[in-house]
């Protein structure tokens, strides 16, 4: 799943797309990367981020939703509103990524109503509570894998009683949502263990989203290029992220994860392909 944020406030690439071309010059880059779905949002959600009226997130994102679909592309629209939700499905749009874990019901029925897919992703309030990147308390969680999932679940039974059944969602962790950085770590940590207690009750794809987010910084907390002598580097900045962000998709993949939500899709795309052809096996010649 490769990002187009129609935002001028992402976290890693606020504005590079906002332009109308740009965005759909950045469609076509992710088409050509390999790219099997394309995640379009017109509303930031990072840490500390305001809600952006509907009116104003259709004004962004419609028309390259519409331009994705022509294009033959798998398209997701990041938001909790069922009103975006709405007018992007009847423009081509195939699922619709809810990073509120059903806050707003009406999604649900939207979503039914269309026979699209749902996307739920793991939260306990906007991001607008957030206080910072990773900023959650430690002990908001007993075993952040068992209560994330069995939040979910409830999410899930709400919106199948809305009438979106279970093999029409998407299950998402919520990297970075309501969560301290050592509990997005432990998510990914413990993917495989993730994966198979939301397939007990029936088998849902799983979603991870880690791409240049913050908590990938308890790795590799500073920038590469620290002036020599500098006590304090600042933090590694979103782009600085790439290594990180292959090797936690490589370690989903292995775990079991289904889709992985990124940034850099064709070198992702080619860290997971070389992963599969090393480990096929080889007549000998």
Known sequence: MGICNVTPDSFSDGGRFFDRDAARARVDELIAAGADIIDVGGESTRPGSKAVPAREQIARVLHVVQYAAERGACVSID??????????LDVGAHAVNDVSLLADPD??????GSGGCLVLSHARGPQERMSGYGGWPLGAYDDVVVDVVAEWERAAARANELGVPRASLVMDPGLG???????????LRRASQLVAAVSANGAVPVLFGASRKSFLTLVDPQRPHAEAGEAQAPRSEPADREGASIAAALHAVRAGVHILRVHDVRATRQAIDMEIVLGTPRRKI
Request: hydrophobic share 50%; glycine share 0%.
């Open 79 to 88: 938001t909790t509103s069922a009103e975006v939700a709405a007018a992007c």
């Open 107 to 112: 999604l649900a029925r939207v979503v039914a």
């Open 177 to 187: 949502f309501s969560k301290a950085s050592r509990h997005s770590f432990e998510l």
